[in-house]
């Protein structure tokens, strides 16, 4: 659910995002600023009326922005909502794809090839092949140092593909994310049935050298949200429609793409085509 409103050049956005332990959270933006904020699920799942009245007013110019700007500082200073600033990732571009946002590589950071694949965690091809074909292809091109892999977000199968995404980088975040996405492939139960819950995806947690209060927080929060957002948006700008894909991309920045769980012989036959 989303509402904007606009005043002139600024804008104010509502994002819903799910509820947690009794609580809705939402995303409010203004001005580029995330003010994140949650309600007690009492109130019902719509944006309480005091935010969109305070908004509405700001943006109808009934109060100005040094009152709607004290309202919001109330409410900060109150402890009612917390406010953070967008983080921005340094900038990574191989073959014309954004890896800014993506968890860390596989490899040689000097391999001359790159294997990028998209991935949902609840797609049932993709752990499969994550399992089997993955460890030959480390054998083969990524230990001997031939090519780097990348692991990048294409949550397509539901909420909960969202939010074992989003988990896997706040596992990054404690230095975990290899360790923790090893966790959610032998976890793997199917689409949507539990598996990949908040609640599941935090006790999973538990089993690493994990600060737990971070980690839930940062679940609880969606601090990870906008990153898996605009993972999924650099694969929907080179087409991808489903997972697995895969792009090899050479030296010269040659591209070639994979689609669905192929075995690794084919990775090896387009790398050798490229050279």
Same mark, same amino acid.
């Given at each position: ?16 995002t ?7 959270n ?6 580029g600023?995330i ?6 699920s009492?109130?019902? &799942? ?5 935010? +969109?009245?305070? $908004? %509405?007013w700001w943006a ?7 009152d709607f ?13 917390s406010?953070?600033?967008d983080?921005s990732?340094?900038?990574?571009f ?13 490899g040689?950071?000097?391999a ?8 949902d965690?609840?797609c ?6 994550l399992?089997?074909?993955?460890k ?9 140092g ?8 294409y949550p ?12 896997s ?5 404690q230095?975990n994310?290899? &360790?923790?996405?090893?966790?959610l492939? +032998?976890?793997? $139960? %199917?689409?949507q049935?539990g ?8 006790e ?9 209060d ?5 679940l609880?929060?969606?601090q990870?949200?906008?990153?898996v ?5 650099v694969?929907?700008?080179?087409g ?10 050479g ?12 075995p690794?012989?084919i ?9």
């Amino acid at each position: 659910m989303c509402q904007i409103i606009f005043k002139n050049e600024n804008c104010v956005f509502f994002f819903k995002t799910r509820k947690h332990n009794g609580f809705m959270n939402y995303f409010l933006i203004i001005l580029g600023l995330i003010v994140i904020f949650s309600i007690p699920s009492v109130f019902g &799942e719509e944006i309480p009326s005091w935010v +969109k009245n305070s $908004a %509405g007013w700001w943006a109808d110019g009934t109060i100005n922005d040094r009152d709607f700007l004290n309202g919001i500082q109330y409410l900060v200073s109150n402890g009612i909502v917390s406010v953070s600033q967008d983080s921005s990732y340094d900038k990574l571009f191989i073959g014309g794809f954004d890896l800014s946002n993506a968890g860390p590589f596989e490899g040689n950071s000097y391999a001359q090839y790159t294997i990028i694949m998209f991935s949902d965690h609840q797609c049932e091809k993709c752990v499969n092949w994550l399992s089997h074909e993955k460890k030959i292809i480390d054998e083969k091109l990524i230990h001997s140092g031939i090519a780097k892999f990348f692991l990048l977000d294409y949550p397509m199968l539901g909420e909960d593909s969202v939010t074992a995404a989003e988990a896997s980088y706040c596992a990054l975040e404690q230095g975990n994310y290899f &360790e923790y996405l090893d966790i959610l492939n +032998k976890k793997y $139960a %199917g689409i949507q049935n539990g598996w990949a819950s908040v609640n599941a995806l935090v006790e999973y947690s538990k089993t690493l050298d994990l600060n737990f209060d971070e980690f839930d927080n940062c679940l609880f929060w969606d601090q990870q949200a906008l990153r898996v957002d605009y993972n999924k948006k650099v694969a929907l700008s080179h087409g991808v429609v489903g997972t697995p894909t895969f792009f090899v991309i050479g030296p010269d920045d040659q591209i070639e793409k994979i689609v669905g769980p192929q075995p690794p012989m084919i990775f090896e036959a387009v790398i050798m085509e490229m050279k």
